[in-house]
């Protein structure tokens, strides 16, 4: 059994198209391994950087508007992607094998949805974010590292969006 790491906490940002596996359909499910990552960088950064109890943002992408919607934690230590090795799956990868998995995932679990998505226009506004690297030009890998300062300038943002929502009614 994978226990949690001595180590200071991470912070990571992960992306899933909402019809693909939404924050609702991890909600639901509580908990999910983060399958079918294909890029190596990112890769690597659940096989090497992830470890249990790291924090998670949860981005949108592929929605109108694409942003953050909430928080995940990672609850498992790194392990191979089945959906690498089910030639029925999306993500199958002929070269992966048992002996040799390649792909590797981690699994998240829920920790809380926002009341509002904070949109990439709102995060690239909040100039304490210009060096997030989802905000960069061109970063398109699925998963990455989050500065703490960042994420917690993240959960600010959600936190003073529900108080304004809760203020006005919505």
């Not at 909402?18 to 908990?31: F, G, V």
């Not at 508007?65 to 990672?74: Q, S, T």
């Not at 191979?80 to 999306?90: G, I, S």
């Not at 590797?104 to 304490?128: G, N, P, Q, T, W």
Request: a negative charge; hydrophobic letters at 35%; proline letters at 5%.
């Amino acid at each position: 059994m994978a226990h949690e790491s001595s180590s200071p906490r991470g912070f990571w940002l992960v992306k899933s198209e909402p019809d693909c596996y939404s924050i609702d359909d991890l909600k639901r499910d509580k908990r999910t391994a983060w399958t079918g990552v294909r890029n190596y960088q990112a890769r690597n950064f659940m096989r090497d950087g992830m470890k249990i109890g790291d924090l998670v943002l949860y981005h949108h992408s592929g929605s109108e508007p694409p942003g953050i919607v909430g928080i995940a934690r990672v609850c498992s230590a790194p392990h191979a992607d089945e959906t690498a090795q089910d030639p029925k799956d999306d993500h199958y990868d002929p070269k992966s094998t048992r002996d040799d998995p390649i792909w590797m995932c981690v699994d998240i679990e829920f920790v809380r949805k926002f009341d509002d998505i904070l949109s990439m226009a709102e995060l690239k506004a909040h100039k304490s974010l210009a060096s997030m690297l989802v905000l960069q030009r061109g970063q398109r890998l699925s998963v990455m590292p989050v500065d703490e300062t960042h994420f917690r300038i993240v959960e600010q943002m959600a936190e003073k969006s529900a108080r304004s929502a809760a203020s006005t009614g919505r």
